[in-house]
Structures are given as C-alpha cells and as structure tokens.
C-alpha cells in the first residue's frame, strides 16, 4: 500500500518508503537548485569535444558547484569519489570519470545532482562528440523524446504505470530496449527516496501521481536488448550486448494541474545539437 504523508521543512528526511508531498518552499528549493545543475550541463557543452578526458569534465562539474556554493552530491556518496558520472557508448549509467579521453564519433552522458540549502537537483544528457554517426544520433533523439513523452502525462490522477507505459511504447516503436535494471526514484530533500520511477511497465498501475510530489524521470534506452551488467569496479553499468546505450533526466515535481521541469535548461541546451 503507497503511504503519502505531507513533507514539512521542520522534519528530518527519512528514506522509509513514504512518498512525500511537498508545498511551495519546496517548489521554489528545487526551482533553485535545478537550475544549478542546468546551468552545469550547459557549460559542459561547450567543453565537451573530441581529446578532452572524463576527469575534464568531472573537474568542470566541481568547479561550478562549489563556485555557486552548493555541493556534489555523488562526491563521497557510498564510497563514490567523483562529482558526477559519465558513461561513454555502451556504458549505460555509473561510468566513472577518469583519464580515458573522448574520440570523435563517440556519445557521452553526463549525470550531476547539486545540493543547494539541503534540496538536491538531479539532471543528466547525452553529449555527441565531434561528427558522431547517424546511428547514434538517432538513438539520443529517441531517448529524449521518450522521456519528455513520460513528462507529458505525469499529472495528477495517472500513475507511475502511465510514465512507464509512455516511454516503453514510443522507445519500442524504434526496435530499442528499454533498461528495466535501474529507474528513476524521488527527490528533494534526499538524493534518493520512494517512489520507484520505472521507465517500462503498464498503464494504471503503480503509485498515484498527486501535487507535490518530486520525483525524476531518467529513461535509460539500447540500441540493442535492454540487459546490463555491473562490471567489478561496484558502479559501471554496461549493455550485456555492447550496443550503444543514451540517457536523458529530469527532476520534476507534480502541480496542481501537470508537472514542473525543475532542470530545465535556461539556455535551451535540453538536447543535442547543444
């Protein structure tokens, strides 16, 4: 049974399974920070480019977190020492940054969450590198329109199901797979909480979509099966078939009326070309 309770600021954050609905402190916290880590993404764009190293653009995401005076909050999260995540080609989400350098024609994800006054902004996109084949284009477009299909109809009154429904339908239509093994999950004042955001199942099912709840939506797509693997390092999430994989996120929160983009990018820079 899905348990809502009314978030208040003067309560402890508890990851217990509750879902929690938040009022218009929290809707500005997470306008706030998720402009933030837009704003990260946005830069990165500019440096993204063929010869440049992941621990760059790791550096880049530092940089402007701690200038703005906000944290990373991947950096020293479970063992985690990085401030974000990138995940060339086949890697499907946890790619850890380091000294292997990007090469013309490959597809980068960035993934960065800000914390901003306790409330953290959750975001990723999938960067083309250089002239980057058509195949792979094709895929990161689908990727972000099946996402933003999923915002479409997170309103008030349909359920998690209706976000999974739309996302798997439009991704399949294309013959891509749709990773099952991890989802999206709630936001706000803990980088992750209920509920579980799938990104493939059956409309009318799962939890309720009610007013104030912040959650993200992080469709991750294969150009081949859905299956991944962890590789030994604990956080690598790669396709079984080495096909090429893309991601897109968005931290959102539900209206009285549809759903608020909170890491909206203010310079337009949602999906490639950027």
């Known amino acids: 049974m899905t348990t809502y309770i009314e978030a208040s600021a003067d309560t402890r954050p508890a990851r217990d399974g509750t879902i929690k609905l938040h009022g218009a402190d929290g809707f500005a916290g997470m306008r706030h920070v998720g402009r933030l880590s837009a704003e990260i993404l946005d830069s990165l764009a500019d440096l993204i480019a063929p010869g440049i190293t992941t621990q760059d653009i790791d550096d ?20 985690y020492t990085h401030s974000c995540c990138t995940s060339i080609n086949h890697v499907v989400c946890h790619g850890i940054p380091g000294a292997k350098r990007l090469q013309e024609g490959d597809i980068v994800n960035v993934d960065v969450t800000s914390i901003v006054d306790g409330w953290h ?4 996109r999938t960067y083309l590198v250089g002239n980057v084949p058509l195949k792979a284009r094709r895929l990161v477009d689908v990727t972000y329109e099946a996402m933003m299909r ?3 109809v997170a309103k008030p009154g349909n359920t998690i199901g209706d976000i999974a429904h739309a996302i798997q339908s439009f991704a399949e239509q ?21 509920p579980e955001v799938v990104h493939a199942g059956r ?11 912040f959650f993200t939506i992080e ?15 604990g956080w690598t999430a790669v396709t079984r078939d080495k096909t090429l994989s893309a991601q897109f996120e968005h931290s959102v929160g539900i209206t009285e009326t549809g759903c ?15």
């Not at 608020?260 to 949602?270: L, M, Q, W």
């Open 150 to 152: 999923g915002i479409e």
């Open 60 to 79: 880049q995401v530092l940089k402007m977190t701690l200038a703005a005076g906000a944290l990373p909050a991947t950096l020293g999260y479970r063992g």
């Open 174 to 194: 294309h013959r891509y797979g749709v990773v099952r093994d991890f989802c999206g999950h709630g936001v706000g004042r803990l980088f992750h909480d209920a």
């Open 203 to 213: 409309p009318g099912t799962g939890p309720e979509l009610r007013p104030g709840m």
């Open 121 to 124: 902004g959750d975001t990723n």
């Open 219 to 233: 469709p991750m797509v294969n150009i081949g099966r859905p299956d991944v693997k962890v590789l030994e390092d």
């Open 260 to 274: 608020e983009i909170f890491t909206k990018s203010p310079a337009g820079r949602d999906c490639p070309p950027y």
